[in-house]
């Protein structure tokens, strides 16, 4: 583990701050004990940092990280699911979707059948990051699709409709209900 793997994830100056302290290019493929690299765990959390929508400042320096280094973005697997995810997605088309408000939402589905059955799964990357979860849920979607004929939507924007804790559960459910109204189920 590196200092990089320990900065704060404060939307504002100070992680940026302290990512240009402790942040270099050797320092970015290094990984933690769970797999997750220092960019991955950077790009991920600046792509939904503001309540489920990008913090435009670090999002920017990650997408210019990105096209200088040779590393993995967040749409594969970690290296420790690689190989296992590659081949639990055969015959499963994998895409992502754009909601109201510029949410992502990650789509299973069959390649040549027509859905029968439709799965909505709530992620909250606030408290794991989605390279963490994704190798699970292509699993899990896999499963799904192949077995049931099933279409899964991953919501990874849940923790959006939170704020920062103050939503009542009842606006929270509300606006769950919209996002999950727009699904083209």
Request: glycine fraction near 6%; include cysteine.
């Amino acid at each position: 583990q590196t200092p990089a793997h320990l900065i704060p994830l404060w939307v504002g100056t100070d992680t940026i701050e302290l990512f240009e302290i402790f942040v270099d290019k050797k320092v970015l493929k290094l990984r933690t004990e769970a797999g997750v690299s220092v960019f991955e765990r950077f790009m991920t959390w600046s792509e939904t940092a503001c309540g489920g929508r990008p913090f435009e400042p670090m999002l920017k320096i990650m997408q210019e990280l990105k096209q200088g280094l040779l590393v993995r973005t967040i749409s594969s697997t970690s290296s420790r699911h690689k190989s296992d995810s590659a081949a639990v997605l055969r015959d499963v088309a994998y895409s992502t979707l754009e909601a109201k408000g510029g949410a992502p939402v990650h789509v299973w589905e069959p390649l040549i059948r027509q859905a029968k059955t439709y799965v909505v799964v709530l992620s909250m990357p606030n408290c794991m990051p989605w390279t963490l979860q994704k190798p699970y849920l292509d699993m899990l979607a896999s499963a799904v699709v192949k077995k049931f004929d099933g279409k899964v939507f991953a919501l990874t924007t849940a923790a959006r409709f939170l704020g920062q804790g103050i939503t009542p559960l009842a606006q929270f459910l509300a606006d769950l209900k919209e996002l999950i109204d727009e699904l083209p189920l």
